[in-house]
């Protein structure tokens, strides 16, 4: 059998071993054209060696130009049932032409038998290359441009780890993102190695009918004995983490879209054919985002053919391959009885991620992983802007700073912390983005890091400094620093030293003091900032912060901004000659003070406004002033921090008295508070049901010196409980007055109402009275849509009740057919926060719908255990024990979901010491794994290490 786990003596078990030759760094390299020697040919310690190369830490100072570029490569895949032949023709070009001799050519390669390789025609014979378990290797290839051919053979029907070429569910796929292509055949595999592709794929007719890749199609054919072929063509060059082949039975949606300059581009989105139905919302995703990049950015696809291939099983969200994305089926499916609000959303986003990448990534690249915010930064950022476009800009603002906060800075204060920029990896895959149990701080951090440029040069100023971008860079691979320059240059301005948000990790800690002077009519902000040490970087040097912000008068209105001091002089902080009522900070220094003029009154200073800046901020505003933002501030998103900022401190009190066994009081004033808000009619509704959440445990985990998360899931269940009670009328109004009998409709009006009725119903349904349960039931049984009916379910389970295991059993009845739908109800029952649910979790192990080889199965499960902070950080350790457990058996099995998943207990030291203890076994049991993966043992042990 042939293993897939690079770590395991793959060598051993997949090249005869007269090719298993090993590489010392002392010896150095055997020279070309000698035959070795039966002692060259065996490494005496194979195993020991292999694991010294994988576990090798790559560092950014180190990147060096390749020697060699690929201009043009030509593969040719025939798909079989055991085996797959990947040849490939590579014209190579030195890039020193004509030097005395020629450096090695070292080609990536892992899990897969060489066949053949041939430089200009003739065939290398062993001892003229030189194999190892991760690379081959030419030592002295020609020194002028050459043809190089290599035939490998590999095995996608083995391959579980779902990167290069893999089969899902029946259908050939590949991800390669972003080393990935080194499984399918040996190449320089590096982002800056940007050729032009052909691709010939040929299968057996009836079982892989579809056969797609990238760009054109410009021939296709049958063949003997039942076989077909396809010949795809892409014009634009391209690093191999880009290439994408599908080969399966397929149907498609079919659409087109006509650019701005007029070309007619045919859209497909391909699926089984029973899901077809369900792609409507994607193809409207899809041509949303092709007018909105026109719009927006003046960005026109480029090709005449955009595709988009639905798989079930899929590492991540989706990928942008050039001109052949390829999606998780989740972000592509949805009906209104199968999907939610929240999964609508989620496909409008990703659609429009994956799309958007087509110019922030495909057309201009990155030079180096290093890089890789480069891309992913700037389009999550223009993700998240296509979706405010679309729906409503507080309410995308808010949930994109709630994700920032509850995810990217505990990564920051952690043992993960690494800058946007990271300065060195041991594995990749563990710096792209997953939910809560991931690094988010290249995709997340980044897009905050893109917002603050537009938010310094204006939308104007930031198109200007796109397009410039665009001008110097499109076709090239290049790094953040040339994003920098485009933005300094277009708009001719001074970014100080803006570059240190890509290379200081660590979120900034913001303290202002104000002081009104009634005499002189000033109002002083003083501002102070620390970046904490995170590993590797123990003193930080001052950001640039942008800092906004308004001053409110006594009734509430926006004071008009004139003038400020600071630095010495009274500067005008007028927009084109006119007054403003809001202006930017330019914090860039350890202290600084920015002194208003011409203020008549005490103002209350409304700061950071739509969290302009990823900072952590304190402040000495009293609590009234909080309730006096939260009820006046024009700034939308500053309302509804103000209500979270009183929440987090009184969630806090309420966490201390909790421990000192004090009774709970909850704050009358604090429930005032939300009352107003919830009756308010001229609120968005959605801004409603956002501002009347409490802060999430975690976040208040985050703020305590030692995470209690008894303690604080009591007062949060307390604080719950007494809102719902207090305000039991006006909730039970907004769940009568959001009932709606219509059709469902992808929009925000109606996403809004959904979304408060649903929040109402989830406060009700948690007080446990039969009034409220029986109307949770009603809400249940009567929904016409997934958003309601799960919504409805959510709020009947989260409690115990003699209902509860019926429900559910009804529920999974209901949609047992639908992988998607059992998704969330695995999810549902994983979360749970009723204790000792971990046996429960284990159970559905076993349950007959799950499999841990599928991606999104052990993210339901598995990842939403580790999100209930009762039960996985149960204080008997059973939920680490359990997790240890799973990690180390799904690592065997798919090292970058099983990294996601061990990435649960990097913050094992915010805990109390038992826990710490519980879970410091835990890692320790998992790196002491007899061949561990590179994913979690980078995560595993960085954690053990901080
Ligand atoms: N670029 C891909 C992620 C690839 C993941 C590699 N492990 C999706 C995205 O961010 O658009
Ligand atoms: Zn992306």
Redo the contacts with the bound molecule.
Sequence with gaps: MFGFFPERNVAAVIFPASRSICYHKKSGFIPRYRPLSSKENLCPNQLSHQKMDARKEVFLKDYKLPDYYFDTIDLDFSLGEERTIVSSRIAVTPRVKGAGSSPPLSLDGQDMKLISVKVDGNELKEGEYHLGPKRLTLSSPPLDSFLLEIVTEIYPQKNTSLEGLYKSSGNFCTQC??EGFRKITYYQDRPDIMARYRCRIEADKELYPVLLSNGNLVEQGDLEGGRHYAIWDDPFKKPCYLFALVAGKLKSRDDSFVTCSGRKVDLRIWTPEQDVPKTAHAMYSLKAAMKWDEEVFGLEYDLDLFNIVAVPDF??????NKSLNIFNSKLVLASPETASDEDYAAILGVIG??YF?NWTGNRVTCRDWFQLSLK?GL?VFRDQEFSSDMGSRTVKRIADVSRVRTTQFPQDAGPMSHPVRPHSYIKM?NF??GKTWHTVTVYRKGAEVVRMYKTLLGSQGFRMGMDLYFKRHDGQAVTCEDFFAAMRDANNTDLANFLLWYSQAGTPFVRVTSNYNAEANTFSLKFSQEVPPTPGQPVKEPMFIPVIIGLLDSAGKDMVLSSMYHDGTLQSVEKDGQPVHSTILRFTKKEEEFVFSGIKDRPIPSLLRGFSAPVRLETDLTDDDFFFLLAHDSDEFNRWEAGQVLGRKLMLKLVGDFQQNKDLVLNSKFIGGLRSILIDQSLDKEFIAKAITLPGEGEIMDLMAVADPDAVHAVRTFMRKQIARELKSELLGVVASNRSSEEYVFNHPNMARRALKNKALAYLAGLEDPECHELAMQEYKSATNMTEQFAALVAITQTASETRDEVLSDFYNKWQHDFLVVNKWFALQAVSDIPGNVENVKKLLNHPAFDLRNPNKVYSLIGAFCSSPVNFHAKDGSGYEFLGEVVVQLDKINP?VASRMVSAFSRWKRYDETRQKLAKAQLEMIVSVNGLSENVYEIASKSLAA
């Design positions: 993102e972003a590492n991540m969200g989706a990928m942008e991620h994956e990448h992913e389009t895959d792209y983005t970058q």
